[in-house]
């Protein structure tokens, strides 16, 4: 079988690694295609796999707009050339364009509820649009529910072994206590509505969490000077490694705190969405968020910084027992959900018998 996987972020190389590793120990064939955001490109590398580099899409709507045909017409030439049987991607708008014109099945798997603009583009072109049972959208009878999250695709461990060799190139000891920040961009386009972290809650978290312990900041925009001596310069291969050990991460936006759930880690995230004269927090637009919120307790979601700044104060307060409680958390959710990687390898290999079992 040859499966053509498409990534336009970093998350997307880790949700499919193991996949890809899994299937072409199987002997099918692969081909990445790939487009530069953030340090998709450079964990790509450092995994050692080989892609087709497809180009950018730019920062602004207007060049995401005029970039999409030009990255189009690159994964169809792509595709094409390699004779691709299946196409599966995140989210992927190119995918599922140039499986409609080379007439192969395209499998799209989704998370984000208000992914809107992309959705419409792609919806109409896959065949199966996986999501998890949480999600709160409803993408009509393409759509099929899985009982995981994709975070558990390299997460769980079935496939996630922490290297601890990463606490001693960050200048920790098996003993320190540690935090990471994650301070987003907020430069996709469902992310339009969306609010960072103001610089005096920033300056705020950093003062908190210093007197406790060793503080990295994780930062999709450059930092100000004031704050670079906390920044995050490890290989970016080994960030889920410094989660892992990590004793509380706090950040906006939403991947890194979900990841920081999944492992065990507790995890505040913050995002205020002003939209229709109103303001709220993530948790209301996103199955995941409030899934691992009000279900597990492995994750604080919050819109308002005074609380967030509350919440950290507290859980600094008794740090000890709040590790083993989240601990203990996470277990309960790796008892109750599926490994999302071993359903990806079943699923594409058996397609299209696959889909009419799922839907039995």
Known sequence: MKVVVDINHPAHVHLFKN????????????????????????????????????????????????????????MYKAAKSFKADIFIGMGSIRAAHA???????????????????????YAPFADVIFTPVFFKGELGGKQVRYNGCHELAYLHPHYFKPDPSVLQEAGLSDDDNFFVLRLAAFNATHDSKSKNLSRDCI?????????????????????????????????????HDLIHYARMYIGDGSTSAVEAAVLGVPSLQFEKIKSNGREYGFDEVCGLISELQDKYGLLCSFHDEYVLLQKVDEMLADLANVNANWKARRDQLLREKIDVTDFMVSFVENYPESLTEIRK
């Open 19 to 74: 996949f890809i590793r899994q299937m072409e120990s199987k002997g099918h064939e692969l081909l990445i295609t790939a487009s530069e955001k953030d340090v998709a490109l450079q964990l790509l590398d450092n995994y050692g796999f080989k892609y087709d580099q497809l180009g950018s899409y730019g920062s602004s709507l207007i060049s995401k707009l005029a970039a999409l045909p030009l990255l189009d017409l690159k």
């Open 99 to 121: 499986a409609k014109i080379l007439k192969k099945p395209c499998i799209i798997f989704e998370d984000t509820e208000h992914s809107t603009e992309q959705i419409v583009l």
């Open 203 to 239: 300056m705020a978290l950093v003062a908190k969490l210093e007197q406790a312990g060793t503080v990295f900041i994780s930062a999709e925009t450059d930092l100000e000077p004031a704050l670079q001596k906390y920044q995050y310069n490890l290989n970016p291969a080994k960030y």
